[in-house]
């Protein structure tokens, strides 16, 4: 089982840039973004059902984020708009087989590499 991540770069403050999770071996029921800054606990950024059915999102990024999934490419996306420096962390794909929509990351079981996005000012 792999999740990989992919669509990080460096933006200027107020653009866009959009995150890829490809799932392989196996399809899950939750698939989630988390993020970590240096220095900083890993922290939740927005989590979907594989369904299409339930979203949940951190108030950091409500608004700006979008969480979706593509089953035709078995993949799972992150829309992120109006980035700010402080958006600057490693972005993680995270995904459970249980399908409740949780904030903590012990809810999600298997994990992806990380994928750098830094946003400048």
């Known amino acids: 089982v792999q999740l990989q991540a992919s669509g990080g770069g460096l933006v200027q403050a107020g653009d866009s840039l959009r995150l890829s999770c490809a799932a392989s071996g196996r399809t899950f029921s939750k698939y989630a973004w988390f993020r970590q800054a240096p220095g900083k606990e890993r922290e939740f950024v927005a989590a979907i059902r594989w369904s299409g059915v339930g979203t949940l999102y951190a108030d950091s990024v409500k608004g700006r984020f979008t969480i979706s999934r593509d089953p035709a490419k078995n993949t799972m996306n992150l829309q992120m708009n109006s980035l700010k420096p402080e958006d600057t962390a490693v972005y993680y794909c995270?995904?459970?087989?249980?399908?409740?929509?949780?904030?903590?990351?012990?809810?999600?079981?298997?994990w992806g590499q990380g994928t750098l996005v830094t946003v400048s000012s």
């Open positions: 995270a995904a459970d087989v249980g399908s409740s929509l949780v904030y903590d990351k012990r809810g999600y079981n298997s």
